[in-house]
């Protein structure tokens, strides 16, 4: 979209040629800006659900996945002999998962960081786009906001960021205990 006014006809192109606003009435004129301001707003909305369904979907996953890695980590660990020589690959085993569900923890916390990273750059060209297109500016004084700020989206992320977090600790503190 042009940095030209969502209510200003486009330009034509060849001196010759009538625009595309020629012998439409302003309400008119005014009516399909509108449509056009909703379009734009629609696209950015859906797109911030997109990247926050997806947020959610990885926060899922890694709990789903967690928690058969902690049970089973846990059935190794009741399994293991104090002393790890009689019984070497349950002591591996159980080592080994708990680096497996470490690492897991990992892309799933930089999937949702790269999540909020797109959903703030959203926010903000739809914010520059308010200051560029009239129309658009007016439709947002109407409609709700594209996605809660401050302290909502911070308790709303919290779950998102806080799960990888809180397993990233459980895993490391098991690698220190079992390894000490």
């Not at 950015?44 to 997109?50: D, G, L």
């Not at 906001?145 to 895993?171: D, E, K, Y």
Request: charged share 15%.
């Amino acid at each position: 979209m042009s940095q030209t006014s969502l209510l200003e006809p486009p330009p034509s192109r060849r001196a010759g040629e009538r625009s595309a606003g020629a012998g439409v009435s302003p309400v008119e004129r005014y009516a399909m800006n509108l449509a056009d301001a909703r379009a734009i707003y629609d696209a950015f909305r859906r797109q911030i659900e997109h990247e926050d369904n997806l947020m959610t979907s990885r926060a899922s996953w890694l709990f789903m996945a967690q928690s058969f890695f902690v049970v089973a980590y846990s059935i190794l660990h009741q399994l293991a002999p104090p002393d790890s020589a009689t019984q070497p690959v349950t002591a591996l085993l159980t080592h080994a998962l708990a680096i497996v569900g470490l690492l897991a923890c990992l892309p799933i916390l930089m999937s949702v960081m790269a999540a909020s990273n797109v959903m703030r750059n959203l926010r903000d060209a739809f914010d520059q786009k308010c200051r560029v297109e009239p129309a658009l500016a007016r439709l947002t004084t109407d409609y709700p906001a594209l996605q809660p700020t401050g302290r909502s989206l911070l308790l709303g992320r919290c779950p998102a960021v806080a799960l990888p977090v809180l397993f990233l600790a459980f895993w490391a503190t098991m690698l220190i205990a079992t390894v000490l």
